[in-house]
Each structure stands twice: as structure tokens, then as C-alpha cells.
């Protein structure tokens, strides 16, 4: 079976936002196969169950597999690793950047969509991906360094801190994002 990638946007996102589009548009270059879900989002609309629904059908048609590469930002790293869990799916590689788990102190809004996600076994992830890459920032203006470092530390087999990048987004100037491409 073909590898292939997968790159979840986190809450509120699109798949059009930050560098999703331009590592898309790398990835297929490479005559690879790449998908970028459109998570439904809106505080009624974006929790775990329905982000669920939509992997599940993937998962479903065969996409998600041992030679699969999932990237996820933001929230997307906890729900992924809670996906694969308790679904008990084995993939490739996970690529995380700024990832969080059981933090609240945003705003009441995200504080909401993301409380769905969040779960107590997250070191559990490692039995199901054979590398999982943490990059996070020491300064991300909606997710204090302490909760990413710590994130990064129960699950990552290779963490990568990025000074003064911010939350790794189009916000912090990352329209493109060159060190993952070494990941990949």
C-alpha cells in the first residue's frame, strides 16, 4: 500500500489556513497522496464526536493505515491521539505541532470545542505510530510553553522547539512552515 498524509487543522481552522495549503501543495509534488479534511467547527458543531464521524470514514475506506503520515495543529495532535486510541489504529509517523491536552484558559469558546478532546491516556498514542514529532514555540500567545513542553514530553520520540514562533501560524508569520518538510 501507497504512503500517504493526512494534515488536520485545529479549532475553528480550515484546511486553507496557516501552511496546510503550501505543505499540501509540497507533499503532492512529490506525486504523494495527501488529504486535508474540512473538520467541522463552530462551538454546536466542532467536538470530538463529530470530528470522529469524519476520520472514521477515512479510517472506513482504508486511507488511514501503517504507511498513513498524519500532521495535525494545535488541538488536531490531542484528537488525533485520542482517535487512534481508542480506535486502536496504527499509523506511520505523527507529526504534532503545538499540541495540548487538558487545557482550558483560552477563551470560553475554545474552551468548549477543545474540553471534548481531551483525554487521561494520551501517553498511549505511542503504541500506535512508530515516530511522533512534537514541535511547539516558547512563546504561542493561546497555549502557555509549560503545557506544550509537557505535551510533547509524554508523547514525543523527537521534540523541536521553535523560539519565538508563536503558535506556528499564518498569525506568527507561518504561511509555510520549512523545518517539517525534514519530517516528512
Same mark, same amino acid.
Request: glycine share 6%.
Given at each position: 500500500m501507497k504512503e500517504n498524509y493526512f494534515i488536520i487543522h485545529g479549532s475553528f481552522g480550515s484546511p486553507f489556513g496557516n501552511w496546510f495549503s503550501w505543505l &499540501? +501543495?509540497?507533499? !503532492? !509534488? +512529490? +506525486?504523494? &497522496? %495527501?488529504y486535508v479534511p474540512q473538520f467541522p467547527i463552530g462551538v454546536e458543531y466542532q467536538n470530538y464526536e463529530n470530528w470522529s464521524k469524519l476520520l472514521? $470514514? $477515512?479510517l472506513e475506506l482504508g486511507l488511514i493505515n501503517e504507511n498513513t503520515t498524519i500532521i495535525g495543529h494545535s488541538i488536531a495532535p490531542v484528537f488525533i491521539s485520542k482517535f487512534l486510541t481508542e480506535n486502536k489504529v496504527k499509523v506511520k509517523k505523527l507529526i504534532f505541532v503545538c499540541g495540548f491536552n487538558n487545557y482550558l484558559g483560552i477563551n470560553d469558546e475554545y474552551d468548549t470545542v477543545n474540553k471534548t478532546m481531551y483525554f487521561n491516556n494520551l501517553e498511549d498514542v505511542k503504541q500506535y505510530a512508530n515516530q511522533i514529532i512534537c514541535f511547539y514555540s516558547d512563546n504561542d500567545p493561546y497555549v502557555k $510553553?509549560? %503545557?506544550e513542553k509537557d505535551f510533547a514530553s509524554n508523547v514525543a520520540t523527537e521534540q523541536i522547539l521553535i523560539p519565538n514562533a508563536g503558535h506556528i501560524n499564518s498569525e506568527s508569520g507561518y504561511d509555510t512552515f520549512e523545518d517539517? %518538510?525534514? $519530517?516528512?
Amino acid at each position: 500500500m501507497k504512503e500517504n498524509y493526512f494534515i488536520i487543522h485545529g479549532s475553528f481552522g480550515s484546511p486553507f489556513g496557516n501552511w496546510f495549503s503550501w505543505l &499540501q +501543495d509540497f507533499i !503532492s !509534488s +512529490d +506525486d504523494k &497522496q %495527501v488529504y486535508v479534511p474540512q473538520f467541522p467547527i463552530g462551538v454546536e458543531y466542532q467536538n470530538y464526536e463529530n470530528w470522529s464521524k469524519l476520520l472514521k $470514514y $477515512y479510517l472506513e475506506l482504508g486511507l488511514i493505515n501503517e504507511n498513513t503520515t498524519i500532521i495535525g495543529h494545535s488541538i488536531a495532535p490531542v484528537f488525533i491521539s485520542k482517535f487512534l486510541t481508542e480506535n486502536k489504529v496504527k499509523v506511520k509517523k505523527l507529526i504534532f505541532v503545538c499540541g495540548f491536552n487538558n487545557y482550558l484558559g483560552i477563551n470560553d469558546e475554545y474552551d468548549t470545542v477543545n474540553k471534548t478532546m481531551y483525554f487521561n491516556n494520551l501517553e498511549d498514542v505511542k503504541q500506535y505510530a512508530n515516530q511522533i514529532i512534537c514541535f511547539y514555540s516558547d512563546n504561542d500567545p493561546y497555549v502557555k $510553553y509549560e %503545557v506544550e513542553k509537557d505535551f510533547a514530553s509524554n508523547v514525543a520520540t523527537e521534540q523541536i522547539l521553535i523560539p519565538n514562533a508563536g503558535h506556528i501560524n499564518s498569525e506568527s508569520g507561518y504561511d509555510t512552515f520549512e523545518d517539517i %518538510v525534514n $519530517y516528512l
